[in-house]
Structure formats: structure tokens, C-alpha cells
């Protein structure tokens, strides 16, 4: 497939050609955004919608439409509440190993972090969301080690073992909810059926793709990857047009989405985009194709093109531009 077509069919199919009706019909196309920044996370959310505000999306992590747990490759990721547990269920195992792993670097036994699971779940349970700061302090008074990445890393077992989720807010901040609390039961589903459904979603917001493109996505090995890819198709359909202009955030699900980005990223610019240590940037694409970079420097965008832009090209960037302050005010 000639890289044009691509373009226009992969923006089509992540809601960057006809916007999404809501921050909900948008993650649910996508299946997941990295949310590590949760701010960036937000703007990928813009970029697939109209009249949304970053408050809007806040709105649905309070009211637990929206959940974040460390799901897939092992990154935080932006979900809807109900394809939370089932993507966990099916990601999770690969991911408790090095999670063991990093915790004995940091000092923290087996036994201990089986007492700060324990610890956080009484917390959540008896005192409702908790901030990570928060949930620090009770983990401390139990005796055990929360300075340094050893919070982070028991805290992510916790998500992990399906007790944590984050999604409310308390005091302006991300705070972590008790998962049985926060969301809705769902039935356990079979990992074939499962897999299955993961290929299903995620063509449908990514393809054209491949069995190694979704292994490298989810974090899964490529032989299950393969598996769910035999039980799901979607129809190709006519080429869509070519997307407009762009500001996507940094760690777009348009970047991440498959092995290869050099459909998008003009390989004279590749280092530019992502120069290493797991750094994407907020890029500007033109008819799906990367033509710059940018960042925001007190709520507003600087923008940063490869070449100079035409005149059209460069309206449609500044009306972004404007969107991404309305957004975020």
C-alpha cells in the first residue's frame, strides 16, 4: 500500500479526519492512549474531537467513565471503565515479572511487597481515592519502603493484581481508586476470546496493520498476536482523503500505534520526532505526514516545521494552535 493511502486510511480510522462525538467515542476507538502525561493524553483526545475541553475529559476520569492503569506494554494508559479489567486480565501476566524484579532493586521483598498490596487495598477500602503521595504515607506507617521508584512500582503491582485503578481526582491530582469500588463487575473473559477482541479493536482503530504491529502495541507475544489477528478482519473500504492538518501531542496513538512510523515520519526527520530514551514529540502533520514539531511554552504553541509551510498549511496549523489554548483553558 502506496504510504498516502495509509495515511488516510490510519488517520481515518484514530478520528483524525472526522472527529469523534465525544472524549468516550474517541477512546473508544483508539482502545487505549498512553497516559504517563496525563496532560498529553488529554490533547490526543482534542485532536480526535471538537468543543471538548481538558476539563471535559477530567470530567469523565471523576465520574469513572475513564479509568488509567498500567496496561498493554506495561505504560499508563487511558481507557474507557469498561475494557479496563478484560485488557488487564489479558496484559497483566507479562508485565508482574519485571515488576518483581524491579522491586527487589529497590529493596522490597517479596513478602514486603505482598504487605504493601495488602496495605494499599485496606487504605483505598477504609479511606476511599488516595493520591500517590497519599497512599506513600500510609505504606511508610506500615513499615514498609516507599521513597524513591519503590512507590511507583508497588503501586503499580497493586493495579497490577487488580486491586488500584486511577481515575478521580482529589486535591487537583490523579488519585487512585479501590478497582472493586471504581468499577463495574465483568464477567471473566476466555484469553482466546480475548485476544480476539483485542485484534478486532484495535484494527479498527489502527489499520491497516499487522500481527507485529499489535504484538509490539499491546506488549504480547507475536504468536498470540497472530491468534487474535486469525479470528478478526475488518473490510478495507474506499481510500478516505487525505486528513487536514494536525498538532498532535507527544506519544500519539497515531506514533505509537504500529512498528513502523516511517509512513508518517520522513526519515530525514526521524531523530527529530523520537531522539531516544523512549521520547516521542508533539508533532504537526500535514495530510498525515509529520512536518514538524512542537511545545507549549505558557499554554501557548511554538511550532517548529521542517521546511516551510504553504500558506494554507500554516492557517490550519494556527487555527490548531488556537484550539490546543482553548482547550487547555
Request: aromatic share 6%; glycine share 10%; no cysteine.
Amino acid at each position: 500500500m502506496e504510504p498516502g493511502e495509509l495515511r488516510a486510511r490510519r488517520a481515518k480510522a484514530q478520528h483524525l479526519s472526522e472527529p469523534a462525538a465525544g472524549a468516550r467515542e474517541a477512546v473508544g476507538r483508539l482502545l487505549a492512549v498512553q497516559a504517563q502525561e496525563l496532560r498529553w493524553a488529554r490533547l490526543a483526545i482534542r485532536a480526535r474531537t471538537r468543543g471538548l475541553t481538558a476539563a471535559g475529559v477530567d470530567r469523565e476520569l471523576s465520574r469513572g467513565s475513564l479509568v488509567v492503569g498500567w496496561l498493554l506494554r506495561g505504560t499508563l494508559h487511558l481507557v474507557l471503565s469498561e475494557d479496563y479489567r478484560w485488557l488487564l486480565a489479558l496484559t497483566a501476566p507479562a508485565r508482574l515479572t519485571a515488576n518483581r524484579r524491579r522491586l527487589l532493586q529497590e529493596g522490597i521483598s517479596v513478602e514486603a511487597a505482598e504487605r504493601g498490596v495488602e496495605a494499599v487495598r485496606h487504605a483505598l477500602a477504609t479511606e476511599g481515592p488516595l493520591t500517590r503521595p497519599e497512599l506513600g504515607e500510609r505504606l511508610r506507617a506500615e513499615g514498609i519502603r516507599a521513597e524513591g521508584q519503590a512507590l511507583p512500582h508497588l503501586l503499580m503491582l497493586a493495579a497490577l493484581r487488580g486491586v488500584a485503578v486511577l481515575g478521580p481526582f482529589r486535591h487537583g491530582r490523579s488519585a487512585f481508586a479501590l478497582a472493586d469500588d471504581w468499577l463495574e463487575p465483568a464477567a471473566p473473559v476466555e484469553r482466546d476470546a480475548a485476544l480476539a477482541g483485542l485484534a478486532r479493536r484495535y484494527l479498527a482503530g489502527h489499520g491497516p496493520a499487522t500481527a507485529a504491529d499489535l504484538a509490539r502495541w499491546a506488549g504480547l507475544p507475536l504468536r498470540e498476536a497472530r491468534a487474535g489477528f486469525a479470528a478478526a478482519s475488518l473490510p478495507a473500504g474506499e481510500t478516505p482523503p487525505a486528513p487536514p492538518p494536525r498538532l498532535l501531542p507527544a506519544f500519539d496513538p497515531y506514533l505509537l500505534g504500529w512498528h513502523d512510523r516511517s509512513f508518517a515520519v520522513p526519515p530525514a526527520h526521524a531523530r527529530r520526532v523520537h531522539p531516544g530514551g523512549g521520547v516521542l514529540r508533539a508533532v504537526a502533520t500535514v495530510r498525515g505526514q509529520v512536518a514538524g514539531t512542537w511545545t507549549l511554552r505558557g499554554g501557548a504553541v511554538e511550532l517548529e516545521p521542517f521546511a516551510p509551510l504553504a500558506p494554507d498549511d500554516e492557517a490550519a496549523l494556527a487555527a490548531e494552535a488556537a484550539d490546543v489554548a482553548r482547550f487547555l483553558s
